[in-house]
């Protein structure tokens, strides 16, 4: 069974910091993109950040310049390390990932997301 679990969320003040971190676990053979998503009250849930297994990355038009994604592929770890934080950034954050696993004696992709941390941003 394969989980995502996230950690690193909190609360903090405008234009402070903080870093998310997700790690994936279970019987893996690859990990394709992984990302983050959030979800503020009242909204629908949007794509903050995205990286491929290759290292490259896209982000959301809100986000650029404040907030970087990394990964750790040994580790089976994506970050968010985000900057300059604003009240509008608050929302509950989902990692996600796209998972390759051996079921039987073929490969399956696998759409994993973690529970969610939530982030809050005061003014």
């Known amino acids: 069974q394969v989980q995502l679990v996230e950690s690193g969320g909190g609360l903090v003040q405008a234009g402070g910091s903080l870093r998310l971190s997700c790690a994936a676990s279970g019987i893996i053979f690859s990990i394709n993109a992984m990302g983050w998503y959030r979800q503020a009250p009242g909204k629908q849930r949007e794509l903050v950040a995205v990286i491929t297994s290759g290292g490259s990355t896209n982000y959301a038009d809100s986000v650029k310049g404040r907030f970087a994604i990394s990964r750790d592929n040994a580790k089976n770890t994506v970050y968010l390390q985000m900057s300059s934080l604003k009240p509008e950034d608050t929302a509950v954050y989902y990692c996600?990932?796209?998972?390759?696993?051996?079921?039987?004696?073929?490969?399956?992709?696998?759409?994993?997301w973690g529970q969610g941390t939530l982030v809050t941003v005061s003014s």
């Open positions: 996600n990932a796209d998972i390759r696993v051996l079921r039987g004696l073929a490969f399956t992709s696998l759409d994993a």
